[in-house]
């Protein structure tokens, strides 16, 4: 992550559901391995900015579109 942005760091990981939690209802149970997504943050507010929010292959697009490496935005599961 340094290298896209070297001021972040490598540290700094903010985590973001894969849905939107106004469309999941109130008795949904959260599944830490299926919902939730680590990000750093500026990469969190980037897959927010538009509405519905980004998954995380459209922000690797953007990402690739833009001239960042695709390889720094990773999704292990």
């Known amino acids: 992550m340094s290298e896209v942005e070297p001021l972040t760091g490598a540290c700094d990981v903010t985590i973001t ?10 008795e949904y149970v959260i599944d830490p391995v299926d919902d939730l997504r680590p ?7 980037m897959v927010h900015r538009p509405k519905p929010a980004l998954s995380v292959e459209e922000l690797r697009q953007v990402i690739a579109q833009n001239g960042a490496p695709p390889r720094q935005v990773v999704e292990k599961r």
């Open 39 to 45: 990000f750093c943050p500026n990469c969190h507010a």
């Open 17 to 26: 559901l894969r849905r939107a939690i106004s469309t999941v209802g109130s």
